[in-house]
């Protein structure tokens, strides 16, 4: 069974800087696409960023394209997501997932959605 361990949220403010983790066990992720999503209270979880399985290709929602970068270690099983210059509206609950083909949407990730991490930015 897919399970997804993000960690590295937290408290930061407007400007600033945070950088996430999202440990994957239960089978190698290594041929496997990744992403990034989020979820504000009261709306919808929303794709942040994707990355395919050898880390050469990156999409990113238009909202976070140039502050946000996501890379993964596959010896580590592990996806990242670098998040600079962030601003209040980031505010959410950031979860990752695991796709069979790039780009990894809402839709196509099938793993079980773990219990994200927060994220906070204060004004």
């Known amino acids: 069974q897919v399970q997804l361990v993000e960690s590295g949220g937290g408290l930061v403010q407007a400007g600033g800087s945070l950088r996430l983790s999202c440990a994957a066990s239960?089978?190698?992720?290594?041929?496997?696409?990744m992403g990034w999503f989020r979820q504000a209270p009261g709306k919808e979880r929303e794709f942040v960023a994707t990355i395919s399985w050898n880390g050469v290709a990156t999409g990113y929602a238009d909202s976070v394209k140039g502050r946000f970068t996501i890379s993964r270690d596959n010896q580590k099983n592990t996806v990242y997501l670098q998040m600079n210059s962030l601003k209040p509206e980031d505010t959410a609950v950031y979860y990752c997932?695991?796709?069979?083909?790039?780009?990894?949407?809402?839709?196509?990730?099938?793993?079980?959605w773990g219990q994200g991490t927060q994220v906070t930015v204060s004004s």
């Open positions: 997932n695991v796709g069979r083909t790039y780009p990894v949407t809402v839709a196509t990730a099938f793993g079980s």
């Open positions: 239960g089978r190698t992720f290594s041929s496997d696409a």
